[in-house]
């Protein structure tokens, strides 16, 4: 396998962009080595390698650090784009239309989840959870549109999206135990539902996959951490 001794992953295992960087890995084939970050207490490693954001993902590669997991998994396809597929499409188009749904991703669907499950009030949280099904929805037709009519939205294999995408259904499974809610629910997306349950089964994909009842209890720990800073906070301000 390529890669080997020149590529070194620092993550932490219930992070989904770490996952992210993992299923590109996979998915070309890749060999690494993968150091497991306590973010309580970053290492040397990480703070040297992302001293901006201090943060995970970092792939390191040959020595040299490359952060924010969009980035890395650019990189990745540029890097080795003679290791198996490629993730990102030939087209110029096609490339930029892929680019433009996994920022969509990023930057409108996680933010309506976090307000869904970190919302300050049940205000807050309600209306992250309406956001959330419109972005979800939206979703459903991107998938239509890129995909075509095939299993992934990178075509016939997945891609670029489907990374993006992909690393967060471990914490969608969990969300299912932790708080009744079903994102990719069948009835409503189909197709996206459909598309999980797809990539989720992909030989390169399944042992990537975080086990979702150890997400579970992560999710809870940190469940009863934000009850018990909001119940500090209440107690400060009486």
């Known amino acids: 396998m390529a890669g080997g001794d020149d590529l070194k992953l620092l993550g932490m295992w219930a992070s989904p962009f770490v996952l992210r960087v993992k299923l590109a890995l996979s998915l070309k084939g890749l060999s690494y080595e993968y150091v497991e970050e306590d973010l309580g207490n970053k290492s040397e490693l990480l703070l040297k390698s992302n001293p901006v954001h201090k943060a995970v993902p970092v792939l390191i590669h040959g020595g040299k650090p490359v ?6 998994l650019q990189y990745i396809d540029e890097a080795f784009a003679g290791a198996g597929p490629s993730l990102l499409p030939a087209d110029p188009y096609d490339r930029a239309i892929a680019r433009f749904w996994a920022a969509y991703i990023d930057d409108k669907m996680l933010a309506a989840w976090n307000q869904a499950s970190r919302g300050k009030t049940e205000e807050e949280k309600a209306e992250g959870m309406k956001q959330s099904l419109a972005t979800v929805e939206t979703m459903e037709g991107a998938l239509r549109d890129c995909g075509k009519g095939k299993p992934f939205f990178g075509g016939d294999s997945a891609g670029y999206v489907d990374v993006v995408l992909g690393g967060l259904l471990g914490w ?8 009744g809610v079903n994102s990719f629910d069948p009835e409503r ?3 996206l539902a459909a598309w999980a349950e797809r990539f989720w089964s992909l030989e390169a994909v399944e042992p990537v996959m975080p086990d979702v009842s150890r997400l579970v209890e992560f999710g809870k720990m940190l469940q009863a951490r934000q009850a018990a800073a909001a119940a500090a906070t209440g107690a400060a301000g009486n």
């Open 172 to 179: 969608v499974r969990a969300h299912l135990e932790l708080q």
């Open 189 to 191: 997306t189909p197709l």
């Open 67 to 72: 952060c924010e997991s969009s980035v890395i």
